[in-house]
């Protein structure tokens, strides 16, 4: 009798042994996830691409916009003493007093466009924006300011814009009759970081400021307001039919439909942290900050990403079938065939992500499913050779990939329903192997048929 090998020993014991078998199948599990793991990366670097061709895009166009203000700003002369030798010396700085107005419309008209980078989509859009309002007379009274040492020829209007490149046409106001016309920059950013601003020399003291300005503006993503009114009226609308509205407030009245939407927000200066006049820098307006979110609703990289969160459920369930085929038919089944089925289960994903990039995620998810079941049940058909094993594993797989698009429609409800699915798989684990004697076969040789 020939002797065996090391190597044809170990070849034996493991076509023989159950435990070594398992071993087998959980470290070809464990290998299975390192391309897992680099289609994750692949998924990440094209959700990378697509973000970096939207900035693109965006940064041509006109990025996120916030639109502030008016605010009314008049610098006023602050002292401090200094020593020079044994005498104190006054020295005059200038800072600024900030008036906010009493009442502050706001009405803006979204106009959507589909911008494209290669095979990336960028919402952009144009906006036609209207404030329109009322100042109070500005009162330095509750500071200790002297009236001589407030600038009143030197104060001046300025408007917030976040994205200066955004703004498409001259910007004048109407402020009690007369014409204000705005130049780009602000003298202090005490309150806003960048925008527009318009001299304002307060002569005539009166009550009350009436002011109405219209901005034509581009941008992209996202538009954004600032309540700096004692009582804030902001309305938008637009013809985009997937708007999120996102900030510090939400809008009290919202109507979306398949012809866009319309929403109105009414804010109070008590709803905010901040009051209607302050000296220098001292409050942050940026907080209150709210608006609306034009969304691209399909997003597949997203959708994809969460696909292959159950990719191991997909190659644990596939290993297990052949497991239990070896167990229960006496079918022998070579670690290297269980690898292809594998490769072939993370190529799913891979069609899912390139596919899913030109046509419908639904459209995608359907063809690049029925092409994996196709090519592993064809493969699983030569290696059972049994019509009814076969049809077995079909309907396995045609019910996992069933559920996980299931999972992925049902998102708020996708932890339960995922528990559910883990029940009914172990429960039907469970009951395949009720009668199978696991000690028996570890001390039997698992046979050809």
């Not at 407030?150 to 976040?162: E, P």
């Not at 809008?251 to 319309?262: A, L, M, S, V």
């Amino acid at each position: 009798m020939e002797k065996l090998s090391f190597f044809d020993k170990l070849n034996l014991k493991i076509k023989n042994s159950i435990t070594i078998k398992l071993i087998v199948i959980g470290i070809l599990f464990l290998i299975m996830l390192i391309p897992v793991s680099m289609i994750e990366s692949i998924i990440r670097e094209r959700e990378y691409r697509r973000s970096e061709a939207i900035s693109e895009v965006c940064s041509k166009w006109g990025n996120e916009q916030t639109i502030a203000g008016p605010i009314l700003s008049i610098p006023y002369k602050s002292f401090y003493k200094i020593k020079e030798g044994k005498e104190e010396k006054n020295v005059a700085q200038i800072k600024y007093a900030h008036f906010l107005p009493e009442i502050l419309n706001t009405d803006v008209l979204i106009k959507p466009e589909i911008r494209y980078r290669g095979i990336f989509e960028a919402a952009v859009y144009k906006s036609e924006i209207n404030l329109s309002g009322k100042f109070n007379n500005p009162d330095f009274s509750e500071w200790e300011v002297s009236d001589k040492d407030i600038l009143w020829n030197d104060a001046f209007i300025s408007i917030g814009v976040s994205d200066m490149r955004g703004i498409k046409n001259y910007v004048n106001m109407s402020w009690n009759g007369d014409t204000l016309s705005f130049n780009p920059g602000i003298e202090t950013n005490d309150v806003l970081a960048s925008g527009i601003s318009a001299k304002f020399p307060v002569k005539n003291k009166k009550l009350i400021y009436d002011f109405s300005v219209n901005i034509e503006l581009n941008g992209s993503q996202k538009i954004y307001c600032a309540p700096l009114g004692k009582e804030t009226t902001v309305k938008m609308n637009s013809n985009w039919n997937s708007p999120s509205f996102d900030g510090a407030y939400l809008p009290d009245k919202r109507n979306i439909g398949e012809n866009g939407f319309d929403a109105e927000w009414k804010i109070l200066h008590l709803n905010r942290n901040y009051p209607q006049k302050w000296l220098n820098n001292t409050f942050n307006v940026s907080e209150s900050e709210f608006g609306t979110k034009l969304l691209i609703p399909v997003d597949h990289y997203s959708k994809t990403m969460r696909s292959i969160k159950y990719a191991s459920m997909f190659i644990s369930l596939t290993f297990l079938m052949f497991f239990f085929v070896e167990i229960l038919n006496k079918k022998r089944i070579h670690p290297i065939q269980y690898i292809l089925a594998g490769l072939a289960l993370c190529i799913f994903f891979t069609l899912l992500l390139s596919i899913s990039e030109h046509i419908n995620f639904n459209l995608t998810y359907f063809i690049s499913s029925l092409t994996i079941i196709a090519v592993i049940t064809g493969y699983a058909r030569t290696i059972f050779k049994q019509n009814k094993l076969t049809f077995f594993l079909f309907g396995i797989l045609l019910i996992l990939y069933g559920f996980i698009f299931t999972v992925l429609q049902l998102e708020d409800y996708a932890l339960l329903l995922g528990s559910l699915g883990l029940l009914i798989i172990i429960s039907a684990v469970m009951y395949l192997s009720r009668k199978i004697n696991w000690y028996d076969l570890e001390n039997s040789e698992i046979k050809n048929n």
